[in-house]
């Protein structure tokens, strides 16, 4: 047990999970207190001591069942009843069960269809599944189709036909969780659950590169909203109250009148904290599409922790889109953005020289010492000048600015990039492909 436990930490570390020896010892002296007979409770045990974020939830959850899971079925059902012999037959009894919302039933259903389809009988060593052959052996993709076949000869319509579709489509869904968690169950008690953990997790949210991952973006907005209060309190220059300020002439002279005018004790005035301004410049092109979702939705977050965020979109020109961002529901925020901001005037590529430009002339006034300019984008300017200047001297009018970058640094001055040229008129431009890099920022920056 401890043995197993200590191999699912260091698992959890090798996926980017952060488990350190004092959450592995916390596990282990929690499960001193629990039934470990008990699946959920000690599954619910080592979660609580080994992770610290919801965000971390699913990978811990897969490679638990990894290294703590019962050894491989047999053949047919735990209840003792014959399993279906043909794929059909299966099929009917699976589709049955997921109609009937039978969660038990289609666990079990899925153990069988492991056992009989999943294992890959060309590969060498004959202990392999696969959890594409069950769902092609099975017809997996033709059950939704079938079922609203069914609704149609049953004459179901309306919101009842859609709400029957939704709950069966979940009901399927975790059927393919199921199947898939019996392949890797079934490799590991083989093979050993480390052949099956350098594969079975995903990238973490926090490693999602922006450019390129299909994100959750459910998942991908919780995990924003903390780092953006973050970056609200690095950026935000809030002063503590002094012990000694500014003396206050008119209380000190108001209070000396005790000791015949002299002015015996002196009194300061507190110091009012300082909360800035933000101005957020987006790259929203097809060439960041991915990225300029995400820094719309950082945006979004922000929002709530400045007393004054101005929010300005750009292509090839520039416009301010800060109203569209009042709305507490960010899809709605996004789609009225998309339908109104005029942010092409042009071929609809990007022109980072007209559109600085185009910002320095209508809101550069704005741009005070008070204010921190965040530009996010990849600084490819489709081979049009680049004009520099212009973003060199609203870095003079901030106090500061920072350009937030979601290319790797090789490929930075390749092709049509000029992030160097923007490089040297902030205070730094970084890196930032993923939560992980904009958590660094905000840290070692800020």
């Known amino acids: 047990m401890l043995q197993r436990l200590v191999d699912l930490s260091e698992a959890l570390r090798r996926a980017g999970v952060p488990v350190g020896l004092s959450e592995t010892a916390d ?3 929690a499960v001193r207190h629990i039934d470990v007979g008990d699946k959920a409770s000690f599954r619910a045990a080592l979660a609580t001591s080994l992770i610290k974020t919801d965000a971390h939830r699913s990978a811990f959850d897969t490679l638990f069942e990894l290294y703590f ?28 069960a997921l109609v009937a919302g ?30 594409y052959e069950v769902e092609r052996a ?7 189709a079938r079922f609203e076949r069914t609704l149609d000869s049953d004459g179901v319509t309306g919101l009842q036909r859609r709400l029957l579709i939704d709950e069966f489509e979940r009901n399927l869904q975790r059927f393919r969780t199921e199947t898939l968690t019996e392949t890797r169950r079934r490799v590991a008690a083989l093979r050993g659950p480390d052949a099956v953990a350098a594969y079975a997790v995903g990238p973490l949210p926090e490693d999602l590169n ?46 000396s009148l005790s000791t015949g005018g002299v002015p015996v004790d002196t009194f300061q005035r507190n110091r009012t904290p300082h909360r800035p301004e933000l101005f957020v410049l987006c790259d929203i092109s097809s060439s960041v599409a991915r990225f300029s979702r995400f820094s719309l939705m950082l945006t979004h977050a922000l929002a709530a922790q400045f007393s004054k965020v101005r929010s300005f979109a750009f292509v090839d020109r520039t416009d301010e889109v800060t109203h569209y961002f009042s709305d507490e529901d960010f899809s709605a925020a996004l789609a009225a953005m998309s339908a109104g901001a005029r942010v092409v005037g042009g ?49 003079e009018r901030a106090h500061h600015t920072y350009w937030l970058n979601p290319e790797p640094k090789r490929d930075w001055d390749t092709g049509d990039s000029v992030a160097s040229r923007y490089a040297a008129e902030v205070d730094r431009m970084v890196e930032v492909r993923n939560l992980r890099q904009l958590e660094d920022f905000i840290a070692r920056t800020l």
């Open 102 to 131: 039978d969660a038990e039933a289609a666990r079990g259903l899925a153990r069988d269809a492991v056992g009989r389809f999943g294992r890959l009988d060309r590969s060498r060593s004959k202990d392999w599944y696969s959890n």
């Open 69 to 96: 899971s019962s050894a491989v079925r047999s053949e047919g059902s735990d209840d003792g009843t014959p399993a279906p012999t043909e794929a059909e037959q299966l099929t009917d009894a699976i589709m049955e």
């Open 27 to 29: 596990a282990a002296a």
């Open 138 to 144: 099975l017809g997996l993709n033709a059950l939704s």
């Open 347 to 395: 071929d609809g590529h990007s022109d980072y020289g007209s559109a600085l430009e185009q910002f320095r002339e209508r809101y550069g006034s704005d741009v005070g010492p008070k204010a921190t300019l965040l530009v996010l984008g990849d600084a490819r300017t489709n081979y049009r000048d680049p004009r520099p200047d212009a973003l060199k001297e609203l870095h």
């Open 210 to 255: 922006f450019l390129s991952a299909t994100a959750d973006m459910a998942e991908l907005k919780r995990a924003v909203r903390p780092l953006a209060r973050k970056l609200a309190t690095r950026i935000s220059m809030k002063r503590k109250r002094a012990a000694r300020g500014q003396v206050d002439i008119r209380k000190t002279i108001r209070h």
